[in-house]
């Protein structure tokens, strides 16, 4: 069971002895990241956090630095339909890190995802969003777009005629520790991405701001098409030989194969 496999990740306590990074991270954010109205972090500032986050290791947020292999011997490429569907039933584990009024919902949002191997997150988007990702530990198959701009739109031929998008791949790699901090933005920097376990893994996002619907900053997902699929005379000319850094992405419901809970954090406090 992958319960027990997180139970080892998730077996710290809160008061761990070692030197709390969280705390560190914590500042640097709430020292950095202010309401909208005034300007935004530096990237001077921006880059102190990646620097931070690159010195984050699973011990620093509760998380034991015990390696479990669940994949059987099957690697993310190679693993057969049953075992495949019996991996889908996994649940990625959420935790969040920090919550508050002054701090989670407003400004910076920190949380990890645990994925057992083969757990996708779907495509999906961070509206008006920066997103700093940390790898903790393991294998992760990262695939992110941005949009082209100016938009080009073409209406699709399936059920309800959707519009779909053109987008460019920004990222298309796996990606295992030991690895650097990566980091979206809300224009550029694969702001659409989708994310898949190689192996066990776990990923430390801080996003500013977090999702919020009233403020218009809705967690969208989307299926992405070959350029093939759709054809345009009006979008972007593309030379011979890079349709494949191009694809177009269709709105979707939220899938109903995303299959998360949540679970408490166990790493050193933070001090407010």
Known sequence: MVFSLFRRYLSMGRHSHTSNKVQA?????NAIFSP??????????????SSILDTVQPSDVGLSEETTDDDRGHGFFGINQLNRAARWAQPITYIDIHES????????QMCIFCFPTSSVIPLHDHPGMTVFSKILYGSLHVKAYDWVE?????????????????AKLAVDK????????????????GNLHC?????????????????????????????DYPYSTFST????????????????????????????????????????
């Open 25 to 29: 991270l914590y500042d640097h954010c």
């Open 150 to 166: 100016p938009p080009c739109t073409v209406e699709s031929k399936g059920p309800g005629h959707p519009q779909v998008r053109l």
């Open 195 to 223: 994310f898949t376990a190689v192996t066990p893994c776990a990923v430390l996002d801080i996003l500013s701001p977090p999702y919020r619907e009233d403020e218009g900053r809705k967690c969208t997902y989307y299926h």
């Open 233 to 272: 005379q009006n979008g972007p000319k593309i030379c011979d030989g890079e349709e494949e850094e191009y694809a177009w992405l269709v709105e979707i419901g939220t899938p109903a194969d995303l299959y998360m809970r949540s679970r408490e954090y166990t790493g050193p406090a933070i001090q407010l």
């Open 101 to 108: 009024d002054s701090f989670t919902c407003y400004l910076v």
């Open 174 to 189: 796996v990606m295992t520790t030991p690895c650097e901090t990566s980091v979206l933005y809300p224009k550029h920097g």
């Open 36 to 49: 909208s109205s005034t300007p935004p972090p530096s990237s001077q500032a921006l880059h102190k956090l």
